[in-house]
């Protein structure tokens, strides 16, 4: 429950508002009524200290009944409100009016009605506040005869009077009904400009709010507001240190004070955790609006969301990162090979070396040249799958017979590292693949797992199959990757190249590929690693749906 203020009170009843124009017309009724029963009380304070008795009584009960007029605006009802209050003071006015007559005192209390004709004329809409005004006019006129016959007056200077106080009445009616007209105008060209600017406001990407030197907020857009888990209105009048979370508070807190010292602009770009549970790059700044002294009167907060431009620069990043390892693979991997070929070729060629010599170097060509060709190849395979050139065509597979396969393509290499390599495959077991993107993945996760397992280790690829999904896992006993290593795997970055165990070179592209390629195919892969101790790469490749 809130606590009870006097801006609560002028507030009471504007929630029924249909617009600003309505909220203004509630507020100022709300000060009249107020004005009214704090006037009552007054007087009521006054009489009583002279020591009557009925007067005192009088404008205390008026005080109580004027005060219904809050409570039925809280309520809602308005047009009733309006229409008790209005009836209420003639009422009141008229009644004392007549016992003053009575006793044979001229007061000119009935003078007070011309108060409660000018209230009708703002607080009654239509064709009746016309209506209203001339009949409270017609209460006016009977008291004043009343009290011109009480005082013994006739004749001219009766006549005289009543002219005279028709006269202001109309003067009084046509300067009202002017005023209330342009002063309507000029609040709907007020409303139209304060919702356009409210508009623009809103509709801007930006999280906008205007702040008093106290941190008091005086203005702030809807996306500000909900980003802060707020409605607009309810923000205004708090202090900055109501509506941002400590850590928010903590870092700008500082700013906003040297802001306020300075008189200076203060910018930032960090990233933010909202409350509505965004995280977000956040470029602001807090811009001081200065008085004509020179002081600062309020601060201008403007925040824009550059997660996107960041996520970009980000990006960019990691493109000139991986051109810059593509150009190394190019500089190293192809053409140092190239060299080695030209510079043996060319001593052949010269005689440098005989014939015998040159068969010698023959099988360490070969192996070299497969190397080459396989780089190349996963370089261009790279390329396109970068590019979206590579689309899957799956069917079904032997997953046996896929990795019997590529486990012979490295005999040579297994036997001479002496790794005790065991296939435990059902050969009837079958998977819903691109065959040749399962075979070039196959090919470089058990290239891999030989480079990286020393000598006398051991490699073992397992498949399985459940009711949604073929299980492959190649699990080795190498060197194992750090969790780095294996993050960066599964981004599909491209890693830099490490020679093996036994002075193996590669590209770094094989993973990357492997795993894009098993992506296509709509393929889950995880990673698990020890340093030392070994990796275990798991493919999921689900089942075809019948």
């Known amino acids: ?14 929630s029924h508002a249909r617009s600003l124009l309505d909220k203004r017309r509630i507020a100022l009724f709300n000060y009249l009524i107020l004005f009214c029963v704090v006037t009552s009380l007054i007087l009521g304070g006054i009489t009583l200290s002279f020591g009557l008795f009925f007067q005192p009584l009088l404008c205390f009960a008026a005080a109580i009944l004027l005060s219904i007029s809050f409570f039925l605006n809280h309520l809602g009802k308005i047009r009733f409100s309006k229409a008790y209050f209005i009836t209420l003071c003639v009422i009141m006015i008229s009644g004392a009016a007549l016992i003053y007559i ?28 016309h209506f209203v005004y001339w009949l409270i006019f017609a209460c006016f006129i009977s008291l004043k005869v009343l009290s011109l016959n009480a005082l013994g007056i006739e004749g001219t200077i009766f006549g005289l009077t009543l ?14 009904y002017v005023f209330r007209s342009i002063l309507i105008k000029a609040f709907d060209r007020s409303d139209q400009q304060e919702q356009t600017l409210r508009s623009l406001l809103d509709n801007a990407p930006l999280l906008m709010a205007l702040v008093d030197p106290e941190g008091n907020f005086i203005l702030v857009n809807s996306n500000y507001a909900s980003r802060f888990g707020h409605k607009r209105r309810e923000l ?48 602001g700044k807090y811009e001081p609006i200065l008085n004509a002294e020179g002081n600062v009167e309020s601060v201008a907060i403007c925040v ?17 990162e991986t051109k810059d390892k593509l150009f190394s693979i190019i ?16 001593l052949n060629h010269d005689d440098v070396i005989s014939k015998e010599q040159f068969i010698e170097y023959q099988e360490g ?26 689309s899957a065509y799956p069917a079904k597979v032997n997953v046996s017979s896929v990795v019997q396969e590529n486990a012979d393509l490295f005999h040579t290499l297994i036997k001479r590292k ?20 399962f075979k070039v993945a196959i090919r470089n996760l058990i290239h891999n797992a030989i480079k990286y397992t020393n000598g006398g280790g051991c490699i073992n690829v397992v498949s399985d199959q459940n009711e949604s999904e073929t299980i492959v896992s190649i699990q080795d006993t190498g060197v194992g990757m750090s969790s780095e290593q294996i993050n960066s795997i599964i981004k599909k970055e491209i890693q830099k190249s490490k020679v093996g165990t036994d002075k193996e070179m590669g590209a770094g592209l094989g993973l990357s590929l492997s795993l894009g390629l098993l992506e296509k195919n709509n393929c889950d892969i995880s990673v698990t690693s020890e340093i030392d101790k070994g990796t275990t790469i798991e493919i999921k490749i689900p089942k075809i749906r019948e």
């Open 331 to 346: 500089a190293h991997d192809i053409k140092s090979p190239l060299n080695l070929f030209h510079s043996i070729l060319s």
């Open 102 to 129: 009575k006793e044979g005192q001229d007061v000119d209390l009935e003078n007070m009605l011309f108060a409660a004709m000018a209230i009708s004329m703002f607080l009654v809409d239509g064709l009746k506040k």
């Open 418 to 437: 002496n790794i005790d390599f065991k296939i435990n495959t059902p050969t009837e077991l079958e998977a819903w693949i691109d065959e040749n993107h």
């Open 1 to 14: 429950m809130k606590p009870f203020s006097f801006k609560t009170l002028l507030r009471t009843g504007m």
């Open 163 to 176: 002219i005279n106080n028709i006269v202001v009445a109309s003067v009084l009616y046509l300067f009202l």
């Open 304 to 320: 824009d969301d550059v997660s996107e431009l960041v996520r970009a620069h980000k990006a960019l990043q990691v493109a000139n």
């Open 365 to 390: 060509l070969k192996e070299r040249l497969t190397s080459l060709t396989g780089t190349v190849d996963e370089l261009l395979d790279w390329a396109r799958m970068q590019l979206g050139g590579i």
């Open 236 to 283: 205004i009048g708090k202090n900055r240190r109501e509506v941002l979370p400590d850590h928010i508070f903590d870092k700008h807190e500082p700013m906003f004070q040297e802001v306020m010292k300075t008189k200076n602009q203060v910018s930032f770009l960090e990233e933010t955790n909202l409350p509505d549970g965004s995280v977000i790059s956040a470029n």
